[in-house]
């Protein structure tokens, strides 16, 4: 069998074990798995697959390439499998496999794999500055690491475009020296390529090229518990197809792929363009919007939008609606904001934004009815210039919809990017 048929064999089966041991399935209930009883040629077939893959970066390797030599990788690092294999370091392991994850596009399962081993494991720097980049981290007295944390403070690629010429120079000098710090440097080099095009500050200023408009945001961003310094490619497609455009759009994506944090930027852009601005969220369930007040509604408040959440029966008073008046986002169910509407004539003409959240309720059989025909009044009585941001993970008809709010065919925006498989 030809090499590269026999290690995605091997990939194959490993991943088949993983499942196994997951499950706590009795070992005479196990296929027998060929990879096992060659586990030290499967893993240097894997490292020197490794870095074929990382040294062709330039030639476009597919994703399925490098994500299926992650997955093989890992299992000699986990925690419930690596008790199996010998001769193996597995904390600098874990470096190449969280790395392949993020060159796939897998930034948050990256994440997850590299902060099984702290920084403290690594003896070299460069290793030391891997494992910070991939757990986000940004701790230490690295001077790579220190470079990167001016960077990402201040949006200035120079100094993105320094520690780069810097790594690579290192590379080269590492080459007759040291095998390991050469390789180490390797996937540094190739990882810093990646994020030099990828990453929160190069998108954001595609949109508005002065630093000043995203600072807060973009600090905000990395200082988050699971900090943020890139965005998932389903919220970098919706940026490049123009949801902070000030027009209507629809937003369909799977569960987990960065929806309600595409809200929070629309609704941190336009309040940086007008702080006067008057936002109308809608969340379909009292559960939702509850959550919503706990969340987005305190992220963005340490941002200096203001917001008010309404939800449940009680008929709304005066001092309700003086504090609507004055916020600049409201979050609600499509209940309340009707019953609000309905005291309060012509509320609405104050909301030049309306997101429409967990859109697919329309077809809901208790409340999709209520929901529309909020939307129709809102799309219809506005005397002001209106635009709708509509999202969803599963509605079928989404085109539909987004022409029937008022958007367009380049304004439909759907992915099927997942974080994690």
Same mark, same amino acid.
Request: charged share 20%; with cysteine; net charge negative.
């Given at each position: 069998?030809?090499a590269?048929?026999?290690?995605?064999?091997?990939?194959?089966?490993?991943?088949?074990?993983?499942?196994?041991?997951?499950?706590?399935?009795p070992?005479d209930?196990r296929?027998?798995?060929?990879?096992?009883?060659?586990?030290?040629?499967?893993?240097?077939?894997l490292?020197?697959?490794?870095?074929?893959?990382?040294?062709a970066?330039?030639?476009?390797?597919?994703?399925?390439?490098?994500?299926?030599?992650?997955?093989?990788?890992?299992?000699?690092?986990?925690?419930?499998?690596?008790?199996?294999?010998n001769?193996?370091?597995?904390s600098?392991?874990?470096?190449?496999?969280?790395?392949?994850?993020?060159l796939? #596009?897998?930034?948050?399962?990256?994440w997850?794999?590299s902060?099984?081993y702290?920084k403290k494991?690594y003896?070299?720097?460069?290793d030391?500055? $891997?494992?910070g980049?991939?757990?986000?981290?940004?701790?230490?007295a690295?001077e790579?690491?220190l470079? !990167?944390?001016?960077?990402?403070?201040?949006? #200035?690629?120079?100094?993105?475009?320094?520690?780069?010429r810097?790594?690579s120079?290192r590379k080269?000098?590492a080459f007759s020296?040291?095998?390991?710090?050469?390789?180490s440097? !390797?996937?540094?080099?190739?990882?810093?390529t990646?994020f030099f095009?990828?990453n929160?500050?190069?998108d954001?200023?595609?949109?508005?090229?002065? /630093?000043?408009?995203?600072?807060?945001y973009?600090?905000?961003?990395?200082?988050?518990k699971v900090?943020?310094?890139s965005?998932?490619?389903?919220?970098?497609?919706?940026?490049?197809?123009?949801?902070?455009?000030g027009?209507?759009?629809?937003?369909?994506?799977?569960?987990s792929s960065?929806?309600t944090?595409?809200?929070?930027?629309?609704?941190?852009?336009?309040?940086?363009?007008? /702080?006067e601005?008057?936002?109308?969220?809608?969340?379909?369930?009292?559960?939702?919007?509850?959550?919503?007040?706990?969340?987005l509604?305190?992220?963005?408040?340490? !941002?200096?939008?203001?917001?008010?959440?309404?939800?449940?029966?009680?008929?709304?008073?005066?001092?309700?609606?003086?504090?609507?008046s004055?916020?600049?986002l409201?979050i609600?169910?499509?209940?309340?904001?009707?019953?609000?509407?309905?005291?309060?004539s012509?509320?609405?003409?104050?909301?030049?934004?309306?997101i429409?959240?967990?859109?697919?309720l !329309?077809?809901?059989?208790s409340?999709?009815l209520?929901?529309?025909l909020l939307?129709?009044?809102?799309?219809?009585?506005?005397?002001?210039?209106?635009?709708f941001?509509f999202?969803?993970?599963?509605?079928?008809? $989404?085109?539909?919809?987004?022409?029937?709010?008022?958007?367009?065919?380049?304004?439909l925006?759907?992915?099927?990017?997942? /974080?994690?498989e």
């Amino acid at each position: 069998m030809p090499a590269s048929r026999q290690l995605n064999t091997w990939i194959a089966e490993s991943g088949s074990w993983q499942s196994y041991i997951d499950f706590k399935l009795p070992e005479d209930e196990r296929a027998q798995y060929s990879f096992l009883s060659q586990y030290d040629n499967f893993f240097l077939s894997l490292m020197s697959r490794t870095i074929e893959l990382l040294k062709a970066r330039d030639n476009e390797v597919g994703v399925d390439e490098l994500l299926a030599t992650a997955k093989g990788l890992e299992i000699f690092s986990l925690y419930e499998k690596r008790n199996q294999f010998n001769g193996v370091n597995y904390s600098n392991n874990i470096l190449y496999a969280a790395g392949l994850y993020y060159l796939s #596009n897998y930034s948050a399962s990256a994440w997850i794999l590299s902060s099984l081993y702290p920084k403290k494991n690594y003896e070299l720097e460069i290793d030391q500055f $891997i494992s910070g980049f991939l757990q986000r981290n940004l701790s230490g007295a690295n001077e790579h690491t220190l470079i !990167l944390k001016r960077f990402l403070e201040s949006g #200035n690629i120079r100094l993105l475009i320094i520690l780069l010429r810097r790594i690579s120079f290192r590379k080269e000098t590492a080459f007759s020296d040291d095998v390991e710090n050469y390789f180490s440097h !390797l996937l540094a080099q190739t990882i810093l390529t990646k994020f030099f095009d990828d990453n929160i500050w190069a998108d954001l200023l595609k949109v508005n090229n002065d /630093p000043d408009h995203w600072r807060a945001y973009v600090i905000r961003n990395i200082e988050k518990k699971v900090p943020v310094w890139s965005f998932f490619p389903s919220q970098k497609l919706a940026i490049q197809n123009g949801i902070l455009n000030g027009n209507t759009c629809s937003l369909q994506m799977p569960t987990s792929s960065g929806k309600t944090s595409i809200s929070e930027l629309v609704i941190y852009d336009e309040f940086k363009r007008n /702080p006067e601005c008057r936002i109308l969220y809608l969340a379909p369930y009292r559960a939702l919007a509850s959550e919503l007040k706990q969340s987005l509604a305190v992220s963005l408040g340490e !941002l200096g939008v203001t917001s008010k959440t309404i939800f449940g029966g009680n008929l709304p008073t005066q001092e309700e609606r003086t504090s609507i008046s004055e916020v600049n986002l409201l979050i609600s169910t499509p209940e309340k904001f009707m019953a609000v509407e309905d005291i309060f004539s012509g509320i609405s003409q104050m909301f030049t934004t309306i997101i429409c959240d967990e859109g697919h309720l !329309l077809d809901d059989d208790s409340r999709g009815l209520s929901y529309e025909l909020l939307l129709s009044r809102l799309k219809s009585s506005s005397e002001v210039k209106r635009r709708f941001i509509f999202v969803s993970a599963i509605i079928p008809n $989404i085109s539909t919809v987004n022409s029937w709010l008022g958007g367009s065919d380049d304004s439909l925006i759907t992915s099927e990017y997942r /974080p994690t498989e």
